[in-house]
């Protein structure tokens, strides 16, 4: 790691220090390796908040840290016979030099050297959510301070959720992580690019197109640009498979007159990107494909426009829905003598049947990045209402008011199944557009445009 990576790490670990208050002190380890059958794991992808605050890749490490600042790495030491089979580890002793943390142990002394570093300090933060056995782990470890009590040691009488700070700090991305996650949304838009123009170029030499065919070239472009996954599993839906919103890449074939929606991003040194697209099999819109892809970008538009410093974060949802809803109504979708004019559609979420997520989502190391929807401060002024559909309890809390560095999604959608109130040139046709978008000092800035979403360019792209 280099002097410039090591210091924004230590920068971040000293942002997170000064939070813990008097004398508290983080315990924050990486994921664990998990098992896919017998000998074989899935393969490793370490913690995301242990990876912010440290740069450090390899699994069964933890970091500790005070309020002071002073912070330890445990690792995995050196083993050249384990090295062996499972590769290289940087171990402990190098850790320091190579990290830029202030002592390094091995992993192996972590149960045994905790209740040192719990002993004498009022509160304890830890990840409460993510880590199954680490709240009885931190309890087992108290107990030996505890019994230490009555030979003077203090016990932290407070545990609080380290992820609550930690939220906060990755929402807003620092320099470092707007660069990362450029790089990635370029080399994912490449490889939509990728399976756009293969798709049409197979289909034109006559080919058995397969949704999974798709699939390869993406990972195909992922990995040679170096990144280390897929964020998330790749959706390739061809035709009415478009409108299961959590559809994988199967094995459907892909037929000219037919559209195609890939949600696919690469994960690049630990940042995700996020993009969707939905184009003709074979390069060419039809009539109705056109006029509803037109409807959702559109809205797309719309919200890319209410996406600025001080906006809420439901400010781009709100837009794209008042565009969508609109459009139904033009489109005969949604029939104005059922459902009223555009209020009422809105207010009765009369659009839900056609469109049912929402429009945008935080990015960043992960695919859903953390960070609370709701401004900080205001939790408890708001009313509370029941979902029209659902009939849930929606408790009304101000939504976040979006700041330069806050990375989003904008990805607006329209699905329409086959129903006897519905037009039928419609049926089965499901469009999404997504893109990443950054918050900037006067609005945002799409970082994943490289790829085109215009009817036009889409169609010359798959042209050449
Ligand atoms: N690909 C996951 C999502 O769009 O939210
Ligand atoms: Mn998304
Ligand atoms: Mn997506």
Redesign the pocket.
Do not use: C, L, Q
């Given at each position: 790691m280099d002097e410039t990576l090591k210091a924004v790490y230590a920068q971040r670990r000293a942002r997170l220090a000064a939070q813990l208050g008097p004398s508290g002190v983080a315990v924050i380890p990486t994921a664990p390796e998990r098992g896919r059958n017998r000998d074989s794991d899935f393969p490793y992808r370490h913690d995301s908040y242990f990876f912010y605050l440290t740069g450090f890749t390899e699994p069964q490490a933890c970091l500790v840290l005070t309020s002071e600042g002073r912070n330890a790495l445990f690792c995995l030491p050196k083993d050249l016979d384990r090295e062996i089979w499972d590769g290289y580890r940087l171990g402990h002793e190098a850790a320091p030099q190579a990290l830029g943390v202030d002592e390094a142990f091995s992993s192996a002394d972590l149960k045994s050297k905790m209740p040192q570093w719990l002993e004498n300090r009022s509160s304890v933060w830890f990840p409460f959510a993510t880590h199954e056995g680490l709240a009885t782990q931190i309890e087992a470890w108290l107990t030996q301070v505890r019994a230490r009590v009555r030979f003077g040691a203090q016990c932290p009488a407070q545990q609080n959720d380290v992820c609550a700070l930690l939220d906060e700090m990755r929402l807003v991305k620092d320099g470092h992580e707007l660069a990362t996650m450029r790089q990635a949304a370029r080399i994912s838009a490449g490889a939509h690019v990728r399976a756009m123009q293969s798709s049409a170029r197979m289909l034109r030499l006559g080919q058995d197109v397969r949704e999974y065919h798709l699939e390869a070239e993406l990972l195909h472009e992922f990995r040679r640009h170096g990144s280390q996954f897929p964020a998330?599993t790749s959706?390739v839906a061809a035709g009415s498979n478009a409108c299961v919103l959590h559809y994988r890449a199967d094995a459907a074939p892909l037929r000219a007159g037919q559209l195609v929606l890939i949600?696919?991003?690469c994960e690049l040194n630990g940042y995700a990107s996020?993009?969707?697209r939905t184009f003709p099999a074979d390069g060419h819109f039809t009539p109705p494909q056109q006029a509803l892809y037109e409807l959702v970008l559109a809205s797309q538009e719309a919200s890319v426009q209410a996406t600025r410093p001080g906006a809420r974060f439901t400010d781009p949802h709100q837009a794209a829905v008042r565009v969508l809803a609109q459009g139904l109504l033009d489109e005969g979708l949604l029939v104005r003598d059922q459902v009223g004019g555009l209020d009422d559609v809105i207010e009765k979420r009369a659009y839900f049947p056609f469109y049912m997520h929402r429009t945008s989502h935080w990015l960043g190391m992960d695919?859903h990045d953390c960070g609370s929807y709701v401004e900080p401060g205001n939790s408890d002024s708001g009313g509370s209402r029941r979902d029209p559909i659902s009939g849930e309890l929606i408790l009304d809390r101000p939504s976040r008011i979006l700041r330069p560095g806050m990375v989003l999604?904008l990805?607006p959608g329209l699905y329409v199944r086959p129903a006897s109130n519905v037009p039928e040139q419609f049926w089965n046709i499901g469009i999404?557009i997504?893109d990443d978008a950054v918050v900037t000092e006067s609005g945002c800035e799409l970082i994943t445009r490289d790829v085109p979403v215009s009817v036009r360019d889409i169609e010359a792209l798959m042209r050449d």
């Open positions: 998330y959706i949600d696919a991003g996020d993009i969707t695919v999604t990805e999404r997504e």
